[in-house]
């Protein structure tokens, strides 16, 4: 898919796992295509053009189902123990530092430092086990990710995600496993460019909504949906220029996606742009009544 459509989806993460900083999720989101990049102007991966069209004929590497799994397992992997590293060397200097307080007879630091884990389990997407009375929530969402485990499965999430994505609008071109030989998948969405616009922009609105995002999130996201569809019609004047020279395209991807990362998270740090930070403010303001 295009990428305001990737950058959209780390919304939907985002709204799941609310403890993880958007800026993980919208890189993860991305990765399968910057290796993409890396690897078209390596000479490893190629896109190829005949009669005014260019395809994306040999991605195997970035763009497998195997290659995808994969690179998310890794990523989650590598962010848990770093996270576990983390926590673990914070954890003893604050033990260091409670151990000094109580030596020094300031009893309430040493107990604010014990604490301190605890609370840590509290936090939005810790995913409460729902009680009595609180409403029906598909198991996806109730599904408790542990606070230290959260930040890599979520980004292991958003990597997978983009070779989801590109299976519904590819053409089959993306292997099963990333070898140059194979099944390929692709669903064909990008050979029906109005359906592929209305299915890109639907999908688009739907992580709007789910994130509860802001209505100027809602129109940028509309506007590069539109500003994708001389692409999508494959016109002669966005075609042409990539025939004459295909490293153009990673260069042009690689630019639509720092403008939709940044414009995804300005949008998404507006205070009063969205109703997760409304949500937020008034459960504090719950909380000190
Ligand atoms: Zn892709």
Redesign the pocket.
């Known amino acids: 898919?295009y990428a305001i459509s990737h950058a959209a989806s780390a919304l939907l993460i985002k709204r799941r796992f609310p403890s993880v900083p958007l800026w993980p999720l919208l890189v993860s989101v991305q990765a399968?295509?910057l290796l993409?990049c890396a690897l078209v102007w390596a000479g490893v991966e190629h896109v190829s053009s005949h009669d005014h069209h260019v395809s994306l004929d040999f991605l195997p590497y970035s763009?497998s189902l195997g290659s995808g799994l994969l690179l998310a397992v890794v990523a989650a992997a590598l962010l848990r123990l770093a996270v576990g590293s983390f926590r673990t060397a914070r954890g003893a200097s604050r033990t260091s530092e409670s151990a000094g307080a109580d030596s020094g007879g300031n009893a309430r630091g040493a107990s604010r430092g014990a604490r301190a884990p605890e609370t840590r389990l509290g936090q939005p997407g810790s995913a409460q086990p729902s009680g009595p009375g609180t409403k029906f929530r598909p198991a996806v969402l109730v599904w408790r990710v542990p606070p230290r485990t959260q930040l890599g499965v979520a980004v292991g999430l958003g990597v997978f995600s983009?070779i989801v994505l590109?299976i519904v609008q590819h053409q089959p071109d993306i292997q099963l496993l990333p070898l140059p030989f194979g099944p390929r998948m692709g669903l064909r969405l990008m050979d029906a460019p109005m359906l592929n616009l209305a299915v890109e922009m639907a999908f688009g609105a739907l992580c709007w909504y789910v994130y509860r995002g802001s209505g100027r999130m809602l129109v940028g996201i509309v506007l590069f949906n539109l500003a994708n569809l001389p692409a999508m019609l494959q016109l002669p004047a966005v075609v042409d220029p990539i025939v004459a020279r295909p490293a153009l395209l990673p260069a042009l991807i690689l630019a639509q996606i720092v403008v939709t990362w940044v414009f995804v998270a300005s949008c998404a740090r507006s205070p009063q742009g969205t109703l997760l930070a409304r949500e937020a403010r008034a459960s504090h303001g719950a909380a000190s009544d």
Request: charged share 30%.
């Open positions: 898919m399968v295509e993409w763009h983009h590109d």
